[in-house]
C-alpha cells in the first residue's frame, strides 16, 4: 500500500496517495515513512494544518530531516504562524548548508516579514548552490524591488528571461514596477510568449497583463483594454466573487454601526495606531510611506492583524461579523484591542507609532476604532473612474475578485465610498478623508494636514519621502514611492469610450459628478 502511494505521488494524484495512505496508518499509525508522504500530500491538497501535525510526528523520530522542516516551515507559513516558520526554515538551512531549497523557503519567508537584508543574502545562497533556481532569482528580483533597488531588479527580471524568454513570472515582474517601459522587442517576445496553445490560466494571465501593458507603452490603448479584459475573464472563472453579497455585508456594517456602543474603558488605548485604508491602487502606499519618512512612526505595510482579531471573535462567538457587535461588551472590545497591540508589538520596538495599510479591512474601521478609542483612521480615495480602470489593469491576488469585472469594480467603488462616507460621519474626529487628486496637487498642504490629524510634528523628511530608505511591499508602488510626487497619473481619458459604461453605472449611484 505504501508503495502504491509512492506511485500515485509520482502521478500526482494527492486525493489517491491520501486514502492509500490511509489504510497503511491503519495498520501502523506511526510509521514514519508514510506520515511523511501524508503530509506532503495534504500540504499539495492546502490541509496545511494537517500537514503541519504529521510532520511533526515524523520529526519526533527524524529530527534531523532537513526536508521535514522545510515541509514543516512552508505549512506554518501558509497559516500564519510566520515565527515558527522561519525557525524551521533557519534549522533546515543549518541541517543542509548545500540545499537550494532550505536556501530559497527561507529567503521567502523572510521577504515576506519584510526582513529584506537577510532575504537577499538567503536567495542569493540559493542562487550560489543552484545557478538553475528560476524562482530563487525571481524571489530576489522582487525583495530588491521591495527596497527600491528597481535597477538591480530589472536586472535580475532581465536575466530570468534571458534564460527562458517565456517566463510569465519574469515579464509579470518587469511589467509590474510601473516604472520600465517595454520597447517593440519586448512586445514581440510576448506575443509569441502568448502564442502557446499549452500555456496554463495562470501564465495567460500574468503574460496578457503584460502585454497589454506593452500595448500601452506603443500607445495603442484600444487593444490593451481588450488585452486587460480577456485576461480579467480568465481570472473571474478561478476566482470567487459575490458582489451582491459583499453589497449586502456593507449594508449590514453600516446598520449595526449606525447604533450607539459602549462607552470605552480606556479612552487613550491604541493611540499608536494610524489605520489606512483605501481601495487598491489609490495611494495608500503614498500616504504610508510619508508618514513612515517621519522619525517617530514605523511603516508596517500590509498586515493582517485587524482582520485576523476580528476573524478570530466571530468564530469564538460563531456568529457572522457584525452580527455580534451588539452583543460585545466594553470589556470586549478592550480586549480585542489589547490582543491587536499585542500582536503588533514588533512595529513598535524602535518607534512609538505605526501604519496599518490595509486595502480589505475598509469595512472593519467602525470595529477598529470602537477597539482602539485612541486611534487614528485615514481614508485614502481617488477618482472613481481612475479607480476603478486602475484596479481593472492589475493582476491582483486571489483575494480581489471584484476587480476581474468592470461593473463588480463600479459596485465595489461605490461601496467603499459610501462606506467609507459614512464612517467620517460618524467618526468626525477620529477619520481623515483625503483624497489623493488634492494630495498630488499641492503635497505640503496636504501633508502638513496629515500630520497635525495624527497628532505628530511636522518633520521636512515627509515631503522628501522619496528619499526614505526602507521596504515597500506593495511591488506596483515600491518604484513610484521612490519618485518626486507625479501629476500626470491620470489614464482614463486615453481609452475613451470604453469606459463609458463605467463613468455612467458610477453617475447612476451619485459618486461621479456630471462632466
Known amino acids: 500500500m505504501l508503495a502504491r502511494a509512492r506511485k500515485e505521488w509520482t502521478q500526482r494524484q494527492f486525493d489517491a496517495v491520501e486514502h492509500s495512505l490511509a489504510n497503511v496508518l ?106 538553475t533556481h528560476v524562482s530563487a532569482r525571481l524571489s530576489l528580483a522582487r525583495i530588491l524591488a521591495s527596497m527600491g533597488r528597481i535597477d538591480d531588479a530589472i536586472a535580475g527580471y532581465r536575466d530570468v528571461l534571458r534564460r527562458d524568454p517565456g517566463n510569465a513570472e519574469g515579464w509579470f515582474g518587469l511589467s509590474n514596477l510601473n516604472t520600465v517601459r517595454f520597447d517593440a522587442t519586448d512586445a514581440a517576445n510576448l506575443a509569441h510568449a502568448l502564442q502557446r496553445t499549452d500555456l496554463p490560466a495562470r501564465d495567460f494571465e500574468l503574460l496578457s497583463f503584460s502585454r497589454a501593458k506593452a500595448l500601452e507603452d506603443a500607445g495603442e490603448h484600444a487593444q490593451a483594454f481588450e488585452m486587460f479584459r480577456a485576461a480579467n475573464a ?23 454601526f449606525a447604533d450607539a456602543l459602549p462607552t470605552p474603558l480606556d479612552a487613550q488605548l491604541g493611540r499608536e495606531a494610524i489605520l489606512i485604508v483605501s481601495i487598491p491602487r489609490s495611494g495608500s502606499t503614498l500616504v504610508e510611506h510619508i508618514l513612515a519618512s517621519h522619525p ?95 484596479c481593472f489593469r492589475q493582476l491582483f491576488s486571489e483575494r480581489s475578485g471584484f476587480a476581474c469585472d468592470l461593473d463588480e469594480m463600479a459596485q465595489y467603488c461605490i461601496d467603499f465610498l459610501h462606506l467609507t462616507r459614512f464612517w467620517q460621519n460618524q467618526y468626525p474626529d477620529r477619520v481623515f478623508d483625503l483624497r489623493y487628486e488634492a494630495l498630488v496637487a499641492d503635497p505640503e498642504f496636504a501633508i502638513r494636514g496629515l500630520l497635525d490629524f495624527c497628532d505628530l510634528p511636522f518633520d521636512p523628511a515627509c515631503l522628501d519621502f522619496h528619499k526614505t530608505a526602507r521596504t515597500v511591499q506593495s511591488l506596483p508602488s515600491a518604484a513610484q514611492v521612490r519618485q518626486p510626487i507625479r501629476r500626470d497619473t491620470a489614464r482614463s481619458a486615453r481609452y475613451g469610450d470604453k469606459l463609458d459604461g463605467l463613468r455612467q453605472r458610477l453617475r447612476d449611484a451619485g459618486v461621479l459628478a456630471d462632466d
Not at 529530527?63 to 515565527?83: N, R, W
Not at 495599510?357 to 486611534?375: E, I, Q
Request: proline residues 4%.
Open 296 to 390: 517617530l512612526v514605523e511603516g508596517a505595510n500590509e498586515i493582517k492583524d485587524m482582520t485576523e482579531v476580528i476573524d478570530a471573535e466571530t468564530q469564538r462567538r460563531q456568529s457572522a461579523f457584525p452580527l455580534w457587535v451588539p452583543q460585545a461588551s466594553a470589556q470586549d472590545w478592550q480586549r480585542l484591542g489589547r490582543e491587536y497591540l499585542a500582536r503588533t508589538a514588533r512595529w513598535r520596538q524602535s518607534k512609538p507609532r505605526f501604519t496599518d495599510k490595509s486595502l480589505v479591512s475598509w469595512y472593519l474601521v467602525g470595529a477598529a476604532l470602537t477597539m482602539l478609542p485612541a486611534a487614528r483612521a485615514i481614508i485614502v480615495r481617488r477618482d472613481p473612474v481612475e479607480t476603478c480602470l486602475a
Open 234 to 256: 480568465s481570472r473571474r472563472k478561478r476566482v470567487r466573487w459575490d458582489a451582491a453579497g459583499e453589497h449586502r455585508r456593507v449594508e449590514a456594517i453600516e446598520h449595526v
Open 26 to 131: 491503519a495498520l501502523a499509525p506511526d510509521e514514519p515513512d508514510a506520515l511523511r508522504l501524508l503530509g506532503m500530500a495534504r500540504q499539495r491538497n492546502g490541509k496545511h494544518a494537517q500537514a503541519i501535525d504529521c510532520f511533526r510526528r515524523v520529526l519526533a523520530v527524524w529530527p534531523a530531516d532537513a526536508d521535514m522542516h522545510v515541509c514543516l516551515g512552508i505549512a506554518l507559513f501558509e497559516q500564519d504562524d510566520t515565527d515558527a516558520a522561519v525557525q524551521h526554515l533557519r534549522r533546515a538551512c543549518e541541517l543542509a548548508p548545500d540545499s537550494a531549497s532550505a536556501w530559497f523557503n527561507l529567503g521567502e519567508a523572510l521577504g515576506r516579514q519584510a526582513h529584506s537584508p537577510q532575504a537577499v543574502n538567503a536567495l542569493q545562497r540559493a542562487i550560489a548552490i543552484d545557478a
